[in-house]
């Protein structure tokens, strides 16, 4: 095999390998553009509060599955937190998933967490103060991720705020929201499956979760929107990086040629 045969070969392999990528790119987008909303629409999403997996007896859960409140008088350790999951995890077949509360008692300490925790998780303890669970406590404004030491990370909240928590999954994010704006993100590094949480631990502290049922205060629809153009960008960069490394083979090769004669 002469040089120039062995440098079309590498070309064309090189040529194969980033034209597929970037196919295979397109084909994910295209159907995550024409399927996600089938796919959304076809997978269970939460409804209502978890009734049956609550321990302790710290909360009350309403009639309606939606509202839940505090009613212990003892909060003096980390282990008579009131916790409650949703019916059914977050879906994964979608751009986006979300869920708000509203804030409707702070009670005597506003020690209300929302976040997001696994299967098996421990209901005594705040979202995020445990491994694979995240959470956003309205205290102290601290994002904790995976054990009981928060980190600063937005304004805190009480009575009156609505507060959201979702899962992006074309980022592989997870982020928080304060009536209505984006408090800010950090990165899910969780692969089971994690279910929308919310945690109490003071009395008389109340709040009503929204699972979509009711438009949120947070414009979703917007910042899905915007994500969908920063998957379009990303893209268009990559297919423009691919005409550059074929303009590139394509001189290597015509140098070759002109070298071997």
């Known amino acids: 095999m002469d040089g120039l045969q062995l440098t079309k070969m590498?070309?064309?392999?090189?040529?194969?390998?980033?034209s597929y990528f970037l196919?295979?790119?397109?084909?994910?987008?295209?159907?995550?553009?024409?399927?996600?909303?089938?796919?959304?629409?076809e997978e269970a999403a939460p409804t209502e509060l978890n009734t049956i997996n609550i321990y302790g007896g710290f909360l009350n859960?309403?009639?309606?599955?939606l509202s839940v409140q505090y009613n212990c008088m003892h909060f003096n350790t980390h282990n008579d937190v009131g916790v409650v999951q949703a019916n059914?995890?977050?879906?994964?077949?979608?751009?986006?998933?979300?869920?708000?509360?509203?804030v409707k008692n702070a009670g005597a300490k506003g020690r209300i967490g929302i976040g997001?925790?696994?299967?098996?998780?421990?209901m005594y303890r705040q979202p995020g103060w445990e491994a694979n669970s995240y959470g956003y406590h309205g205290d102290d404004g601290n994002l904790f991720r995976g054990h009981g030491m928060g980190e600063p990370?937005?304004?805190?909240?009480?009575?009156?705020?609505?507060?959201?928590?979702?899962i992006n999954y074309a980022s592989q994010e997870i982020f928080f929201t304060k009536n209505g704006a984006v408090v800010g993100t950090t990165r899910k590094d969780v692969k089971v499956p994690l279910f929308p949480?919310?945690?109490?631990?003071?009395?008389n502290e109340e709040v009503r979760v929204n699972f979509g049922k009711e438009p949120f205060v947070f414009d979703l629809k917007a910042f899905e929107a915007r994500e969908r153009v920063k998957q379009q960008i990303t893209i268009e960069k990559m297919s423009l990086l691919q005409n550059v490394i074929s303009g590139r083979h394509s001189g290597l090769r015509t140098d070759a040629r002109e070298k071997l004669g």
């Open 153 to 166: 990370f937005g304004p805190t909240y009480t009575a009156g705020d609505t507060v959201g928590g979702g």
């Open 10 to 18: 590498v070309n064309n392999h090189q040529d194969g390998i980033g």
């Open 88 to 102: 059914l995890p977050a879906p994964v077949k979608r751009l986006l998933y979300y869920f708000e509360i509203y």
């Open 116 to 122: 997001f925790t696994p299967e098996g998780f421990k």
């Open 61 to 65: 859960v309403f009639p309606d599955k």
């Open 23 to 41: 196919q295979l790119w397109k084909q994910n987008s295209r159907a995550s553009t024409e399927m996600v909303t089938e796919a959304a629409e």
């Open 197 to 203: 949480t919310i945690g109490l631990h003071s009395q």
